[in-house]
């Protein structure tokens, strides 16, 4: 038995998994060299969730970032040998008409993300799968890249571990468990184990299952929760007899039964001449914390393949026989069927990144088959390059609140999840329903008095609108159009965009308590701010004043917006409440890296914000502070930050506007708000909800938002953001921000696009929602940039002010012109658009008093 060493450059824990094997041999291609991979069981896993795993991968997420790691991963399994494209399948049942639409509705996530799927007929269906009943379905979607991972992910894994040791770049120990993590000033300094400690400059976690109980090593959770999944086999199953298949027929999947299936090939091959019928617990998913994983010396398969009863899908199953009526015709294999654990989390996206407690530790934890080779390359990019190739944001493990990393959050947004894994088709903007209330404005009571439709964000309920304001339909109705179809006007409140004009022709206050504050003190805080901020942020001239501005990356890159509140004695960042934490984070750890004296406090509970715009905006607040003369155009200029009084309460007044109308955001401590709201109500000003700030009246002013309209893949002056001229104080990103300002133009713009028409093939007008690709009218292809990438709008909402659907998208700059037709696609349907701006271009502007259209 080889003896574990002193030290190692970096050491990953759970190597013998799918997810650890890809991070080892992505670090060995960027270079990394003295790598240790340990795992509690075999190398490759004999117990983990690869041991077992369906092993199939289709392309249809909603996402870039998924879309790119999933399609990477199926061209990396091809690379070595071990991908069958053999396609597949997602059927949509007759009279199931929400699965219909969904799959249309992955059609334009296809074309916006660069995948190849497409909708057929239900007999193009059967020819494809003969084993379906042609007329239990009305259509399918069909991914022609769709397919199985062969012989197992497991054998890949093993292959993968056997190269980085043949390279002489890796050393492995199976059965070598980790015990506890080493420790020192906040970083990760080795891996005491059951063979020993071992030093270590970087631990890597891809423990899967067990991730959690590594993580709370380091004093902390991750956010996912392993669920039970049905694993059903029946057999014999021999029409792919002495072929030497490993499968025959492309990939089933029925996602309104929350099922699918597959057959394993020739008798001879992995899995043996059978029918696998997968299914995922809708109504009652079955969580297990990864403390109660039974040991692989108590389990009787494997820790991690827990006993089925087909009582428990029986129902689902004569559903799926109905369909595949080969399942009742095949004998059950009950000693091959199982339960078979894999993970969920609390949003439905892994937890990838460094620690928040121990710099050095990385975690690599909730990710799937068909994903592991893509996520592993973008955690060693990360880990090498300090960036990755798509935007990381939504899966950086420091996105979360400390509040969503108790057991009790974890626990119960991860069984909402487990129950729409496969079904039903999650809207765009469909709210969560378990573990809300976390947190509430101190007016939070009035709001549910006036009736306000909650939905939630970073912990926080906010409005979108709300039920009192309903008489306004009356006076603007005839501007607020009625939403017929369903999927438009779910979670969606029509006051809403009456609340949006009645602001825009008197006043309108809207709860900003969301937004996540973070003060930034010390001698150096300053120095800090000005390395990561692309505005000047240093001089006096700049104390008392808020300065919008941008962290940007290494390549120079968009990688956060939000606003610096410059005081005598701090910075206080004020930021969306989903970008917050992870910016915080970051901050963090650049301040330790650079060895500068700065304290960086997250204190978003301590503050509340209210909003206040519209023409009347001055002339209501002034009636109410103690100094009215003081918020004249004179006495309060723009971006500036001046202390106020309201009902004998201290607030700061920032004159800022995220609506394009006049007005200022009101910070104030959280046990004032109460009294600054009822102060505010009391002049009759109308409670607007946050739809009108966060979409409505944001697109109408041509504003961006970050997560979606801002990120890694677009630099400051695609986005149109960018100052006309570079400070001289150096920062994060400089070098190539120079170069994009002496292009003579950019590769792509951030455009305003509006629909030309909205009307469906039925004649019914339509307000989409979600992401939608940019075509050509000419050819119907996406248009693609000179750095290859690809238009799909970024934010997308109805102006009222306008009368018009709006979005906003990068298009190449050869498509950049105003008055320049397009295509979108919605639903699988071809509707025009115009470009109404290139960069930066209101078209509903107050100072001009009337739209641009």
Same mark, same amino acid.
């Given at each position: 038995?080889?003896?574990?060493?002193?030290?190692?450059?970096?050491?990953?824990?759970?190597?013998?998994?799918?997810?650890?094997?890809?991070?080892?041999? /992505?670090?060995?291609?960027?270079? &990394?060299?003295?790598?240790?991979?340990?795992?509690?069981?075999?190398?490759?896993?004999?117990?983990?969730?690869?041991?077992?795993?369906?092993?199939?991968?289709?392309?249809?997420?909603?996402?870039?970032?998924?879309?790119?790691?999933?399609?990477?991963?199926?061209?990396?399994?091809?690379?070595?040998?071990?991908?069958?494209?053999?396609?597949?399948?997602?059927?949509?049942?007759?009279?199931?008409?929400?699965? +219909?639409?969904?799959?249309?509705?992955?059609?334009?996530?296809?074309?916006?993300?660069?995948?190849?799927?497409?909708?057929?007929?239900?007999?193009?269906?059967?020819?494809?799968?003969?084993?379906?009943?042609?007329?239990?379905?009305?259509?399918?979607?069909?991914?022609?890249?769709?397919?199985?991972?062969?012989?197992?992910?497991?054998?890949?894994? %093993?292959?993968?571990?056997?190269?980085?040791?043949?390279?002489?770049?890796?050393?492995?120990?199976?059965?070598?468990?980790?015990?506890?993590?080493?420790?020192?000033?906040?970083?990760?300094?080795?891996? =005491?184990?059951?063979?020993?400690?071992?030093?270590?400059?970087?631990?890597?976690?891809?423990?899967?299952? $067990?991730?959690?109980?590594? @993580?709370?090593?380091?004093?902390?959770?991750?956010?996912?929760?392993?669920?039970?999944?049905?694993?059903?086999?029946?057999?014999?199953?021999?029409?792919?007899?002495?072929? %030497?298949?490993?499968? %025959?027929?492309?990939?089933?999947?029925?996602?309104? #039964?929350?099922?699918?299936?597959?057959?394993?090939?020739?008798?001879?091959?992995?899995?043996?001449?059978?029918?696998? $019928?997968?299914?995922?617990?809708?109504?009652?998913?079955?969580?297990?914390?990864?403390?109660?994983?039974?040991?692989?010396?108590?389990?009787?398969?494997?820790?991690?393949?827990?006993?089925?009863?087909?009582?428990?899908?029986?129902?689902?199953?004569?559903?799926?026989?109905?369909?595949?009526?080969?399942?009742?015709?095949?004998?059950?294999?009950?000693?091959?069927?199982?339960?078979?654990?894999?993970?969920?989390?609390?949003?439905?996206?892994?937890?990838?990144?460094?620690?928040?407690?121990?710099?050095?530790?990385?975690?690599?934890?909730?990710?799937?088959?068909? !994903?592991?080779?893509?996520?592993? =390359?973008?955690?060693?990019?990360?880990?090498?390059?300090?960036?990755?190739?798509?935007?990381?944001?939504?899966? !950086?493990?420091?996105?979360?609140?400390?509040?969503?990393?108790?057991?009790?959050?974890?626990?119960?947004?991860?069984?909402?999840?487990?129950?729409?894994?496969?079904?039903?088709?999650? /809207?765009?903007?469909?709210? *969560?329903?378990?573990?809300?209330?976390?947190?509430?404005?101190?007016?939070?009571?009035?709001?549910?008095?006036?009736?306000?439709?909650?939905?939630?964000?970073?912990?926080?309920?906010?409005?979108?609108?709300?039920?009192?304001?309903? /008489?306004?339909?009356?006076?603007?109705?005839?501007?607020?159009?009625?939403?017929?179809?369903?999927?438009?006007?779910?979670?969606? &409140?029509?006051?809403?965009?009456?609340?949006?004009?009645?602001?825009?022709?008197?006043?309108?206050?809207?709860?900003?308590?969301?937004?996540?504050?973070?003060?930034?003190? %010390?001698?150096?805080?300053?120095?800090?701010?000005?390395?990561?901020?692309?505005?000047?942020?240093?001089?006096?001239?700049?104390?008392?004043?808020?300065?919008?501005?941008?962290?940007?990356?290494?390549?120079?890159?968009?990688?956060?917006?939000?606003?610096?509140?410059? +005081?005598?004695?701090?910075?206080?960042?004020?930021?969306?409440?989903?970008?917050?934490?992870?910016?915080?984070?970051?901050?963090?750890?650049? @301040?330790?890296?650079?060895?500068? !004296?700065?304290?960086?406090?997250?204190?978003?509970?301590?503050?509340?914000?209210?909003?206040?715009?519209?023409?009347?905006?001055?002339?209501?607040?002034?009636?109410?502070?103690?100094?009215?003369?003081?918020?004249?155009?004179?006495? *309060?200029?723009?971006?500036?930050?001046?202390?106020?009084?309201?009902?004998?309460?201290?607030?700061?007044?920032?004159?800022?506007?995220?609506?394009?109308?006049?007005?200022?955001?009101? /910070?104030?401590?959280?046990?004032?708000?109460?009294?600054?709201?009822?102060?505010?109500?009391?002049?009759?000003?109308?409670?607007?909800?946050?739809?009108?700030?966060?979409?409505?009246?944001?697109?109408?002013?041509?504003?961006?938002?970050?997560?979606?309209?801002?990120?890694?893949?677009?630099?400051?002056?695609?986005?149109?953001?960018?100052?006309?001229?570079?400070?001289?104080?150096?920062?994060?990103?400089?070098?190539?921000?120079?170069?994009?300002?002496?292009?003579?133009?950019?590769?792509?713009?951030?455009?305003?696009?509006?629909?030309? !028409? #909205?009307?469906?093939?039925?004649?019914? @007008?339509?307000?989409?929602?979600?992401?939608?690709?940019?075509?050509?009218?000419?050819?119907?292809?996406?248009?693609?940039?000179?750095?290859?990438?690809?238009?799909?709008?970024?934010?997308?909402?109805?102006?009222?002010?306008?009368?018009?659907?709006?979005?906003?998208?990068?298009?190449?700059?050869?498509?950049?012109?105003?008055?320049?037709?397009?295509?979108?696609?919605?639903?699988?349907?071809?509707?025009?658009?115009?470009?109404?701006?290139?960069?930066?271009?209101?078209?509903?502007?107050?100072?001009?008093?009337?739209?641009?259209?």
């Amino acid at each position: 038995m080889a003896a574990l060493p002193k030290k190692a450059k970096v050491v990953v824990v759970g190597a013998g998994g799918i997810v650890g094997a890809c991070v080892v041999h /992505h670090l060995i291609e960027n270079g &990394w060299s003295d790598i240790v991979a340990i795992d509690k069981s075999g190398i490759p896993t004999d117990i983990g969730s690869t041991a077992h795993a369906s092993d199939f991968c289709f392309a249809t997420s909603h996402d870039l970032l998924t879309s790119w790691t999933t399609m990477y991963s199926m061209n990396f399994y091809e690379s070595m040998g071990h991908y069958e494209r053999v396609g597949g399948l997602e059927v949509a049942r007759v009279g199931d008409d929400e699965r +219909m639409a969904e799959l249309k509705r992955r059609v334009d996530s296809g074309k916006a993300f660069g995948t190849n799927v497409k909708i057929i007929s239900a007999a193009e269906a059967k020819a494809k799968f003969p084993l379906l009943e042609e007329d239990q379905i009305q259509g399918a979607l069909w991914d022609p890249d769709a397919g199985l991972v062969t012989p197992r992910s497991q054998t890949v894994a %093993g292959k993968l571990i056997d190269q980085g040791v043949e390279a002489g770049k890796l050393q492995i120990f199976a059965n070598t468990s980790a015990l506890e993590l080493v420790m020192h000033n906040e970083r990760i300094t080795g891996v =005491k184990t059951t063979r020993g400690t071992i030093s270590a400059d970087y631990v890597v976690v891809c423990a899967g299952l $067990w991730g959690r109980l590594i @993580a709370e090593m380091a004093g902390e959770d991750l956010p996912v929760m392993p669920v039970d999944h049905p694993l059903t086999f029946f057999g014999p199953y021999t029409a792919y007899e002495r072929t %030497g298949k490993e499968i %025959g027929m492309p990939l089933l999947r029925d996602q309104g #039964n929350s099922a699918y299936m597959r057959d394993t090939g020739d008798p001879k091959s992995t899995e043996g001449g059978q029918i696998e $019928w997968g299914y995922y617990y809708e109504e009652n998913p079955r969580l297990v914390h990864p403390r109660d994983i039974l040991e692989k010396e108590q389990a009787r398969l494997s820790p991690s393949q827990r006993d089925l009863e087909l009582e428990d899908v029986m129902e689902p199953l004569e559903r799926a026989m109905e369909l595949t009526p080969i399942l009742s015709e095949l004998g059950y294999n009950e000693s091959h069927s199982f339960n078979g654990l894999l993970q969920t989390s609390i949003d439905g996206g892994p937890s990838i990144g460094e620690s928040r407690k121990l710099r050095g530790l990385w975690y690599g934890v909730g990710i799937w088959i068909k !994903d592991g080779p893509g996520m592993g =390359k973008l955690i060693a990019d990360w880990m090498t390059y300090g960036r990755t190739h798509v935007d990381h944001n939504p899966i !950086d493990y420091s996105r979360f609140n400390d509040f969503q990393l108790s057991e009790d959050y974890i626990h119960d947004r991860c069984w909402e999840t487990a129950k729409k894994i496969y079904n039903p088709p999650v /809207h765009p903007r469909e709210p *969560f329903a378990n573990a809300r209330g976390i947190r509430r404005s101190p007016f939070y009571e009035r709001e549910v008095d006036l009736g306000g439709y909650f939905m939630e964000l970073g912990g926080w309920e906010r409005a979108h609108g709300y039920a009192s304001n309903e /008489h306004l339909l009356e006076k603007h109705g005839n501007r607020v159009p009625v939403r017929e179809n369903e999927w438009d006007n779910r979670h969606f &409140w029509r006051v809403s965009n009456a609340e949006h004009l009645e602001m825009s022709e008197d006043c309108g206050i809207i709860n900003l308590s969301h937004f996540h504050i973070t003060d930034i003190e %010390g001698p150096d805080h300053v120095e800090l701010m000005e390395w990561l901020c692309a505005a000047k942020i240093g001089g006096e001239k700049n104390i008392g004043k808020g300065i919008y501005t941008h962290m940007l990356d290494d390549e120079g890159n968009v990688r956060a917006d939000f606003t610096v509140f410059r +005081m005598d004695d701090r910075c206080r960042l004020v930021n969306g409440a989903d970008a917050g934490p992870r910016d915080c984070s970051y901050m963090q750890r650049v @301040a330790q890296d650079k060895g500068l !004296d700065v304290s960086i406090t997250d204190v978003s509970e301590a503050f509340t914000t209210i909003g206040i715009w519209g023409p009347n905006a001055r002339e209501n607040l002034q009636k109410i502070v103690e100094e009215p003369d003081a918020l004249t155009q004179e006495n *309060f200029p723009f971006a500036a930050i001046r202390p106020i009084k309201i009902s004998g309460k201290t607030v700061s007044a920032f004159r800022i506007s995220y609506v394009g109308e006049q007005g200022w955001e009101l /910070h104030m401590a959280y046990e004032d708000g109460l009294a600054v709201w009822d102060a505010l109500r009391s002049q009759g000003i109308t409670a607007v909800g946050v739809e009108t700030y966060a979409n409505s009246r944001r697109l109408e002013k041509s504003l961006r938002l970050q997560n979606a309209d801002l990120h890694t893949q677009y630099n400051l002056l695609e986005a149109d953001l960018a100052r006309p001229k570079v400070k001289a104080a150096d920062f994060r990103g400089k070098a190539k921000h120079i170069k994009y300002h002496e292009r003579e133009n950019q590769p792509a713009m951030l455009c305003t696009l509006v629909m030309a !028409d #909205n009307l469906d093939k039925q004649g019914v @007008a339509r307000y989409p929602v979600g992401t939608m690709p940019v075509m050509d009218p000419k050819t119907g292809e996406t248009l693609v940039d000179e750095l290859g990438r690809r238009s799909y709008t970024t934010s997308v909402a109805f102006g009222p002010s306008i009368g018009q659907n709006i979005a906003l998208a990068y298009l190449p700059w050869e498509f950049c012109q105003e008055g320049q037709t397009l295509n979108i696609s919605y639903f699988d349907e071809i509707y025009p658009v115009v470009v109404a701006g290139v960069g930066y271009t209101p078209l509903y502007d107050p100072q001009n008093l009337k739209p641009r259209s």
